[in-house]
């Protein structure tokens, strides 16, 4: 996709198709750092081509590791055992904050200092979070930007291992933490308010490394439950070849799309089925979409299967507390739903969403209002009156390819033509994006008459 490209978008057929995500971003993300810390070669097949994660696989090549590209979506990473070399110049993380806050983990054991860096938006978001534990670990961080923000310089270093209670549910901390206890000798534990993602955890077990998980009741019996992850450092990370599953964040998009159009049906294939990562099914069956998921693989320490959805007229919801953290990438396409579908939608407990790529929160209400939706915005979430007719509306993206997204798929649903401005930030986790919603707005790729519904299992 060139600069300064557009996604226009006009009111859509029903959807009746089924179709394949590219690789889950996380996962992707994660495959490289393993892999490159284990023992010996691993192949990674369907692994995401978005900009993060291969700023990822760039990063890691500076860091000394071969990583070939032999064909499309296949990467093959000649694991370094964790010894790594000072890289020449700065690593630059793009867009991608699960790059720089997880390979923090990793530098700040290593005998060298280097520098992060990212573009404007990554520039602006919170590193304090990764900085605190890391540091209490041994390592020497000095945020460059204003307010603990980017560029990081880290200068690692011989760590001690810690227990940490995060104060947020928070995937990227987590593993940061975890990684790095990976280099430290003794027993590093993190503990976390709420379950957030938990593809580093499988993953290592999957590279055999062993760890314990609890979940804990702080008060005997109360809830909220917290979560506790520990595992003893420098164990060895067993090289193993890695399939990703299609991106579950992704096939969002096209899941609501169909979700919210009575007579639509959508069959998505070979897609992440992490329970980590499916409570936007959860939450649109709250709001009256009927779905079935089938799980058809657990290879690998993940689940992954097919999505079965037909739409029908979509109902209001609360979406908050635990589960906040289990859709907080699906919000600003749930956000999109809940204009859609009749009655109020209250999300709360969701203040994260205000330091993404873009303050999501700021964008989902001013685009939602400019395409006619009551929003009611509040410092951790947002009130949306659903129902009305959604009009077509040129809208900004914020260089946040969520946002790009959820209003494209916002405008199948509206009057007249909507037109997304700076759409090249999609790349980053979604490329092909464009593809689909061309073809699902010609109506193509319809579902043959023979394809089997889904009778085992459900929602
Ligand atoms: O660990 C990961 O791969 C991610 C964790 C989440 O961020 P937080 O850890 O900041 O919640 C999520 O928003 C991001 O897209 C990817
Ligand atoms: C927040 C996201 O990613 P990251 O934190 O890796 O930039 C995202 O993909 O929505």
Same mark, same amino acid.
């Given at each position: ?89 700065d690593i630059?993380c ?6 720089m806050?997880?390979?923090s ?8 200092t280097c520098r992060l860096t990212g573009?404007p938006?990554l520039t602006k978001r919170p590193m304090r979070?990764?900085i ?8 020497k961080i000095n945020a460059e930007g204003p307010g603990d923000t980017p560029p990081l310089r880290i200068e ?178 749930? %956000?999109? !739903?809940?204009?859609? =579908?009749? *009655? &109020? $939608? /209250? #999300?709360? @407990? ?57 209003? %494209?798929? !916002?405008?199948?649903? =509206?009057? *007249? &033509? $909507? /037109? #997304?401005? @700076? ?37």
């Amino acid at each position: 996709m060139s600069k300064k490209e557009t996604f226009r978008v006009k009111r859509a057929p029903t959807i009746e198709t089924e179709i394949t995500v590219p690789g889950d971003k996380s996962i992707s993300h994660r495959s490289i750092m393993l892999a490159a810390l284990s023992n010996g070669v691993c192949k990674i097949t369907n692994f995401l081509e978005g900009e993060d994660c291969l700023a990822t696989a760039e990063a890691f090549r500076q860091l000394g590791v071969t990583i070939e590209h032999p064909e499309p979506q296949t990467m093959v990473v000649h694991g370094s055992k964790g010894v790594f070399k000072q890289p020449e110049g700065d690593i630059y993380c793009g867009n991608s904050g699960t790059t720089m806050r997880l390979i923090s983990g990793i530098l700040a054991a290593q005998p060298f200092t280097c520098r992060l860096t990212g573009d404007p938006s990554l520039t602006k978001r919170p590193m304090r979070r990764v900085i605190e534990p890391l540091s209490r670990m041994g390592a020497k961080i000095n945020a460059e930007g204003p307010g603990d923000t980017p560029p990081l310089r880290i200068e690692g270093g011989p760590l001690t291992p810690i227990t940490y209670n995060s104060p947020v549910a928070s995937a990227q901390v987590k593993s940061a933490i975890l990684l790095a206890g990976m280099f430290s000798k003794g027993v590093t534990t993190v503990i976390e308010p709420a379950l957030s993602r938990d593809h580093t955890e499988r993953m290592l077990e999957y590279f055999q490394v062993q760890l314990r998980r609890d979940e804990v009741r702080p008060e005997r019996n109360r809830e909220p439950k917290e979560y506790k992850v520990s595992l003893v450092g420098l164990q060895t990370i067993e090289s193993r070849d890695f399939e990703v599953p299609g991106d579950i964040s992704s096939a969002a998009f096209w899941l609501v799309a169909a979700a919210a159009q009575p007579g639509s049906r959508l069959l998505v294939k070979n897609v992440g089925l992490n329970p980590s990562r499916t409570g936007l099914l959860d939450v649109l069956v709250r709001m009256g979409a009927r779905i079935r998921e089938v799980v058809e693989v657990v290879e690998q320490g993940e689940p992954s299967g097919v999505i079965d959805i037909k739409g029908c007229s979509l109902h209001g919801t609360v979406i908050e507390g635990a589960e906040i953290p289990n859709v907080i990438d699906e919000i600003p396409i749930l %956000a999109v !739903a809940a204009a859609l =579908a009749k *009655g &109020e $939608t /209250v #999300i709360r @407990d969701a203040k994260e969403l205000r330091v993404k790529e873009t303050d999501r929160i700021a964008a989902i209400a001013t685009n939602l209002r400019a395409m006619g939706v009551e929003v009611t915005e509040a410092p951790d979430g947002m009130t949306i009156k659903g129902g009305s007719k959604l009009k077509g509306a040129k809208l900004p993206s914020y260089g946040d390819h969520r946002i790009a997204m959820a209003f %494209a798929i !916002a405008g199948l649903f =509206a009057t *007249g &033509e $909507t /037109v #997304i401005e @700076d759409v090249e930030c999609v790349a980053t986790s979604y490329p092909g994006f464009d593809v689909t919603l061309k073809q699902i707005q010609k109506g193509s790729g319809l579902l043959s008459r023979t394809t089997p519904v889904i009778s085992s299992l459900g929602r």
